[in-house]
């Protein structure tokens, strides 16, 4: 076990609906990125935050958004949901301001968009 | 362009063989390289890491690094059928902020007794 946990863990929404996804990181860990990963795909960087500011992007459009809690949560909202963000959504937690940092990741939620 | 390439698979090994996963990397500068386990259904479970040059041991598993060919590898020894996953292999490309990993999308290992 990682100690990073998601909810939920499944979810089905309708295209053009918004949808909020938690994460809950690591004690001790200021850093969590959030990652989509399509079937079959590997995982893809949506974003980073460290210290609650977004700390870089991936290739994402602006309707993924994200906060980060001073109590080690976060949440990634995507607004007008398309058919595309069907996926397995990912956070991953790390210490953050160190060289190498090994990312936890935790169990994913699967959103499902009809 | 892809920026890490990894063989999609499946990799089938005997029980007990020894199964190398090769993943190669667009980026020069790009510091460390990470190899994750994801069984069918899960999230990604980390291997082990390596940045310098050379290999690094971590029981069965043995990674190689190569960053003039820009190349990283994963040996698993001795396989066993519980190794049968599918292997990504992330890479952490930037320097001014680290922890924004590029995937490959990963090679399916499947082990037969």
């Known amino acids: 076990e990682t100690g990073v946990t998601q909810s939920p863990t499944h979810l089905i929404k309708t295209r053009g609906q918004q949808v909020t996804l938690r994460c809950s990181s690591q004690?001790?860990?200021?850093?969590v990125s959030w990652y989509q990963q399509a079937l079959g795909q590997g995982p893809q960087f949506i974003f980073q935050?460290?210290?609650?500011?977004?700390?870089g992007r991936g290739n994402f459009p602006p309707r993924f958004s994200g906060l980060q809690f001073p109590n080690y949560s976060s949440e990634l909202n995507v607004n007008a949901l398309e058919l595309d963000d069907s996926a397995l959504y990912l956070c991953?937690?790390?210490?953050?301001?160190?060289?190498?940092?090994?990312?936890?990741f935790g169990p994913g939620t699967r959103l499902l968009v009809l | 362009q892809k920026e890490v390439e990894q063989n999609s698979g499946p990799l089938s090994v005997p029980e007990g063989a020894i199964a190398s996963l090769n993943c190669t990397y667009s980026?020069?500068?790009?510091?460390?390289f990470f190899w994750y386990r994801q069984y069918s259904g899960k999230s990604p479970e980390l291997i082990m890491f390596?940045?310098?040059?050379g290999d690094k041991e971590d029981g069965r598993f043995t990674a190689q690094l190569n960053k003039a060919s820009q190349y990283v590898s994963l040996l698993i020894r001795d396989s066993q059928p519980s190794d049968s996953a599918t292997y990504l292999c992330?890479?952490?490309?930037?320097?001014?902020?680290?922890?924004?990993?590029?995937f490959g999308a990963g090679t399916q290992v499947v082990v037969t007794p």
């Open positions: 991953a937690s790390s210490t953050g301001g160190d060289q190498i940092e090994t990312q936890y």
């Open positions: 004690s001790g860990h200021n850093t």
């Open positions: 935050y460290y210290r609650e500011e977004e700390n």
């Open positions: 980026d020069r500068g790009s510091q460390s």
């Open positions: 390596i940045y310098s040059n």
């Open positions: 992330a890479v952490d490309t930037t320097t001014d902020s680290w922890g924004k990993f590029q």
